[in-house]
């Protein structure tokens, strides 16, 4: 029999997109699975939207105050029964019907890793496609990398339930970056793989765009760098790349410098270990 898979899907005012992500949920191929969705604090129509679902015995909604994406995470989690756990961001949605399929089967078979991802294809809001992201599948060379990208985006990713009790959950005090920290940390107890082919389509938003939210996210990115410099390899050099981008950020106009900063960044860092299209 199918292992139990739990989707974990924490929404805040999403009417426009949460039918999307929960139906691409519906269209997989592998069906064992509970879908719990926690909804932080939405004052809009996302509970209305969510309730035509509810009969289904395998959804469960989950409404608390406000308090921001790892909590409701870690409360999902909590609640789930699965044997693995599933993330989707209510903005995004799963774009192959075989993702979870796969994913499962590869856990099944190997059972030294404990954190599976996929690639992905930035959208914009009217579906207009940015570009495509491919990381490494390799456990070795994700290792390599793992300090100086995150390189598995949550909604692709599948992880057993177990290792993420181990290793503590979701850091809570963490308002930006917790995804990253909780994969270098599950690391530390098991190995990674990527497929190589595209699980999730990635809704850019202005929030992501945004200069402050981009510092706040640099300034993260370094403390979590030194949290696990003794885990993973070329630490000086990932926090040295991670201090480039803090001070390029207050750069006025340095939307204008891209190039120039890209190309320094190539021959200082060398090419990006993920693929874009």
Not at 44 to 62: G, Q, V
């Amino acid at each position: 029999m199918n292992p139990l898979v739990s989707v974990i899907i924490p929404t805040y005012n999403r009417e426009k997109y949460i039918k999307r992500a929960i139906d691409s949920v519906l269209l997989q191929s592998f069906q064992n699975f509970e879908i719990i969705i926690i909804d932080d604090g939405s004052i809009d129509n996302t509970k209305d939207i969510i309730a035509n679902y509810l009969k289904d015995s395998r959804f469960k909604y989950i409404y608390q105050n406000n308090q921001g994406v790892s909590v409701a995470l870690d409360n999902g989690i909590k609640k789930s029964k699965g044997k693995y756990v599933s993330l989707l961001h209510s903005d995004d949605y799963w774009c192959n019907v075989e993702k979870l399929k796969k994913q499962v089967d590869f856990l099944e078979k190997h059972q030294d890793f404990f954190l599976v991802g996929g690639g992905i294809v930035r959208i914009k809001e009217n579906k207009t496609i940015i570009n495509k992201t491919l990381y490494p599948s390799d456990d070795q060379k994700i290792r390599e990398f793992m300090l100086f990208s995150c390189l598995f985006a949550s909604s692709t990713v599948v992880f057993v339930k177990k290792a993420y009790l181990l290793s503590g959950g979701f850091d809570e005090k963490l308002k930006v970056c917790e995804d990253w920290d909780l994969w270098l940390r599950l690391g530390t107890i098991g190995k990674f793989y990527n497929f190589n082919e595209y699980f999730a389509y990635y809704q850019e938003s202005d929030k992501s765009l945004s200069n402050s939210f981009y510092k706040k996210s640099l300034k993260n990115n370094i403390e979590i760098v030194k949290k696990y410099r003794n885990n993973y390899p070329f630490f000086k050099k990932a926090l040295l790349l991670r201090f480039f981008y803090y001070l390029y950020s207050f750069i006025p106009f340095n939307h204008k410098l891209l190039p120039i900063f890209s190309k320094f960044k190539r021959i200082i860092f060398g090419k990006p270990v993920y693929i874009k299209k």
